[in-house]
T-cell receptor, first 115, second 115 residues
Framework: AQSVTQLGSHVSVSEGALVLLRCNYSSSVPPYLFWYVQYPNQGLQLLLKYTSAATLVKGINGFEAEFKKSETSFHLTKPSAHMSDAAEYFC?????????????FGRGTSLIVHP | GAGVSQSPSNKVTEKGKDVELRCDPISGHTALYWYRQSLGQGLEFLIYFQGNSAPDKSGLPSDRFSAERTGGSVSTLTIQRTQQEDSAVYLCASMPTQAGVYEQYFGPGTRLTVT
């Protein structure tokens, strides 16, 4: 079984401030972890992924995330927010089970960036 | 190259009518998923196709929902006797099965409104 919890349905930051979006997961087997971004009226786009290589993962648009097994966390960060970062962010966990591969998504966190 | 496409982009239908939503995955992607995204909710898994295997229908909310995938490519999600609670954005995603690639590629979605 696997699940994802994203803390905070909305996160508000000022332009130039640190972005921190929290994700905690549970998985009975070593997980694959993902962050996706969704802009208005669009589908989801992959930001970054962890697949058991380096625990600090760098993605597109200056985002990065660190896999911490002891904390079962995969928080997303960006040192300096830009107005264009305003979007919905989804954390997802997956593991292959019996040949099937069905990721579980969190409820999403809406990032609001103030000028 | 071409991404995942979905049609129609918007669909308004009357309660009780049947609707068909179409998904064209990326060529060569063997896995295909349907999700439902309601306002303020995460992605609700509906159904998963993997190659020629029997689909995983465990997420379909009722027997009014069905999906097929013809020739391992195009997929159609059918909702019979639509209800107002079926109003949502329906997202399709595809995924290749080559080693090391585990992320999904999403289409822009179909916004379904049941009046």
């Amino acid at each position: 079984a696997q699940s994802v919890t994203q803390l905070g349905s909305h996160v508000s930051v000022s332009e130039g401030a640190l972005v921190l979006l929290r994700c905690n997961y549970s998985s009975s087997v070593p997980p694959y972890l993902f962050w996706y971004v969704q802009y208005p009226n669009q589908g989801l786009q992959l930001l970054l992924k962890y697949t058991s290589a380096a625990t600090l993962v760098k993605g597109i648009n200056g985002f990065e995330a660190e896999f911490k097994k002891s904390e079962t966390s995969f928080h997303l960060t960006k040192p300096s927010a830009h107005m264009s970062d305003a979007a919905e962010y989804f954390c997802a966990v997956s593991a292959r089970s019996g040949g099937s591969y069905i990721p579980t998504f969190g409820r999403g966190t809406s990032l609001i960036v103030h000028p | 190259g071409a991404g995942v496409s979905q049609s129609p982009s918007n669909k308004v239908t009357e309660k009780g009518k049947d609707v068909e939503l179409r998904c064209d995955p990326i060529s060569g992607h063997t896995a295909l998923y349907w999700y439902r995204q309601s306002l303020g909710q995460g992605l609700e898994f509906l159904i998963y196709f993997q190659g020629n295997s029997a689909p995983d229908k465990s997420g379909l909310p009722s027997d009014r929902f069905s999906a097929e995938r013809t020739g391992g490519s195009v997929s159609t999600l059918t909702i019979q006797r639509t209800q107002q609670e079926d109003s949502a954005v329906y997202l399709c995603a595809s995924m290749p099965t080559q080693a090391g690639v585990y992320e999904q590629y999403f289409g822009p979605g179909t916004r379904l409104t049941v009046t």
